[in-house]
């Protein structure tokens, strides 16, 4: 498992998914300004959803990782 946090600086609310290995999933609202921790298999993807009038909006993916450098996939 490797720590993580995501510091949302949107001036909206966002949906964090973590999708990982063995069936791992962790969901979470993450509100303007909010830092959010956690821990999560080596690997793992998360993806950032905001919420648009006409419904969720992938925003962002990013891969957890043990290394200090953030990796970011394009969505």
Same mark, same amino acid.
């Given at each position: 498992?490797?720590? /993580? +946090?995501?510091?949302?600086?949107?001036? @909206?609310?966002?949906?964090?998914?973590? !999708?990982?290995?063995?069936?791992?999933? $962790? #969901?979470?609202?993450?509100?303007?300004?909010?830092? /959010? +921790?956690?821990?999560?298999?080596?690997? @793992?993807?998360?993806?950032?959803?905001? !919420?648009?009038?006409?419904?969720?909006? $992938? #925003?962002?993916?990013?891969?957890?990782?043990?290394?200090?450098?953030?990796?970011?996939?394009?969505?």
């Amino acid at each position: 498992m490797v720590d /993580f +946090s995501y510091r949302n600086i949107t001036s @909206s609310m966002v949906i964090l998914k973590c !999708i990982g290995p063995d069936s791992f999933f $962790l #969901e979470r609202a993450i509100f303007p300004q909010e830092v /959010f +921790s956690s821990m999560a298999p080596e690997g @793992s993807q998360l993806e950032i959803w905001g !919420i648009e009038s006409y419904g969720p909006n $992938l #925003e962002q993916r990013l891969r957890v990782s043990s290394s200090k450098k953030e990796d970011t996939v394009a969505a």
